[in-house]
């Protein structure tokens, strides 16, 4: 450590740059007094004999931990590249860098260039064998001081879930009440939204039909104005995703669940980046407390949901298979007796064509002779005959539910226009 020592001339002749940074925008909008500090190091390079002094200070608010880039940092490797930097004046070691690798290219640099290294304990030279030394294991403990918060933070906020009482983001339809805990909303509009969705796939069983019933009834869905504060909603048409999103979310069903999700670290142009939100399975949940709130419905409704929606995945293996248009009756609902696998529909003949049902997918895969062809036809006319024959005597019944489910929908839509005028 050479603070005793006076700079020599040719590093006063360049410029000192004074590196602000702080590592989250809460830190950029509370902690002032640490932002006036670094700020104040311009006094400290004037008074150490420099003229010139340039701040950075286009990193305030990120990390340095290297899983982001640092555009001022980036600038400041640059300007040491050109020989523009006599000295690098910081607050201590972390704002610079908390990961070795930036920290010690940035001393390898200096070293280079004659430039110091001035923090509120002294001048460091890098070219010293002592001084560098001693600012590898400022760098090191600055890099292993992150390691430990992370991990005390990340600690605390699990021992906290596990709990329940980590207050987790919520989905629409929820509010952490500030003395009660966690609720409904109070918005009555916003509830009846989400129970309608409920409501309309018990009826249907398909998430595609229940958004195109509700997009026929011209409804709207709440999609946050605020961003992450769920507090202000524009109400927009409906869409598939809002559907499936209620559908599959257990919060719905009055559980807490924390680490559905992880994130995911890759090597790009040498650094390493960050992705969040890549869902795991049910089974690898780190915390699932069941009944922990009052939910839209009960827990048994929700797996049997999720069971639906599974099965109503086209194309899945050992799922129910239901017809996708076209003229035949049975599309993908009939099995090939010899090999067992699902027939095919084509049509032959000039314009629509007559539909035939065949197994295809040995002459497909392997070029060997297909297992069946047959007409469509008399299979479908006789299936349809059974079919109506069979619910013959449940057709007042039907009728007279089918009335009923009429006369629920109505009643859902004058609920909602009355809401809706009522919060206009």
């Known amino acids: 450590m050479t603070s005793a020592d006076s700079l020599p001339a ?55 931990s290297g899983t982001v880039a640092r555009p001022g940092f980036d600038r400041l490797v640059a300007w040491l590249c050109a020989g523009e930097v006599g000295a690098v004046l910081c ?13 010690h290219h940035l001393l390898e640099l200096c070293g280079l260039v004659e430039a110091r290294v001035i923090d509120m304990d002294g001048i460091y030279n890098p070219c010293r064998p002592n001084d560098r030394l001693l600012l590898g294991m400022k760098g090191s403990i600055s890099e292993f001081e992150l390691g430990i918060l992370s991990s005390r933070m990340l600690d605390a906020a699990r021992a906290k879930a596990r709990r329940g009482e980590l207050r987790i983001s919520v989905p629409i339809g929820y509010l952490w009440h500030r003395e ?22 018990r009826k249907v069983g398909s998430a595609r039909q229940v958004l195109l019933s509700m997009a026929a009834e011209k409804f709207f869905f709440p999609r946050p104005s605020d961003g992450k504060k769920m507090v202000s909603f524009d109400w927009t048409p409906i869409r598939y995703r809002n559907v499936i999103s209620v559908l599959k979310n257990p919060f719905y069903a009055g559980a807490y669940i924390y680490g559905k999700s992880e994130k995911r670290s890759t090597i790009t142009d040498g650094r390493v980046r960050k992705t969040y939100g890549h869902g795991k399975t049910f089974d690898q949940w780190e915390v699932m407390i069941k009944d922990h709130h009052a939910g839209y419905i009960e827990w048994e409704e929700f797996e049997r949901n999720q069971k639906l929606l599974a099965a109503n995945a086209y194309g899945q293996a050992g799922g129910l298979k239901s017809g996708r248009g ?13 090999c067992g696998r699902r027939l095919m529909v084509s049509y032959s003949g000039r314009g629509p064509g007559q539909p035939v049902y065949r197994c295809d997918r040995p002459n497909l895969t392997f070029g060997s002779r297909r297992c069946m062809t047959f007409g469509a036809v008399r299979l479908d006319a006789a299936i349809a005959r059974e079919l109506l024959r069979a619910v013959e005597p449940m057709a007042i019944e039907a009728a007279q539910q089918a009335a009923h489910r009429y006369m629920e929908i109505q009643g859902e839509e004058r609920r909602i226009a009355e809401l809706d005028l009522q919060q206009a």
Not at 12 to 35: C, D, P
Not at 326 to 338: M, V
């Open 180 to 201: 009660v805990g966690l609720g409904f909303d109070p918005d009555l509009r916003l509830q009846e939204a989400i129970r309608l969705i409920f409501a309309r796939f």
């Open 91 to 103: 607050f201590d070691a972390s704002r610079l860098a908390r990961n070795g690798r930036d920290w």
């Open 10 to 64: 040719t590093v006063l002749s360049r410029k000192a740059v004074v590196y602000v940074r702080q590592s989250t925008q809460s830190q950029v909008q509370m902690n002032l007094e640490s932002r006036r500090r670094q700020y104040d190091l311009v006094e400290e390079a004037r008074r150490r004999g420099f003229t010139k002094v340039e701040v950075i200070d286009d990193d305030l608010g990120r990390s340095a």
């Open 326 to 338: 076209g003229r035949a009756l049975l599309p993908r609902l009939l099995r090939c007796g010899q």
